[in-house]
């Protein structure tokens, strides 16, 4: 999606506006027009991002993830796979409570390396990098059952030699 469209309408509108105006009204409107471009680019950002995050809500165990390059923006949907009754229960992700209306943003500053090692497990889940960072923090903030020597319980299956 390209947001040139829509910031270059918000300058035109302006200009128009100040058309009425003095010469004087004129240029300065013309100069605020240019100088608002990145202003009013942050702003659709910001309004994009909130967007995609309530339908992020309504959508999960889906997600729609907003992502910048350059000048441009663009939705990533990661649509929730089908419940198949051959899936692994060992490998269920904590259940994260998605009935809460509110939603809070939080920025996370990683390594690149640690980053990339985590875009690349999100997407061998076939998950949003967010999707895959709420499941990581809710596992770690709500671990699963405890055996008595107060490791994780886990079960095994298959044979031993």
Known sequence: MELVHYTEELQRQLIAAAGAGTDETRETAERLA????????????EALS???????????????????????????VTRPEPETEAAPAASAAPEVATDDEATSRTTLRLPDALKQQAEGAAAAEGLSLNAWLVRAVAAAVNPGPQSRRGR???SYQGWVR
């Open 50 to 76: 909130e967007a995609a995050g309530e339908i992020t809500r309504d959508l999960a165990p889906g997600s729609v993830d907003l992502r910048v390059r350059g000048r441009d923006v663009a939705f990533v």
């Open 34 to 45: 240019a100088a608002l471009d990145a202003a009013a680019r942050l702003v659709l950002v």
């Open 152 to 154: 994780s319980a886990a």
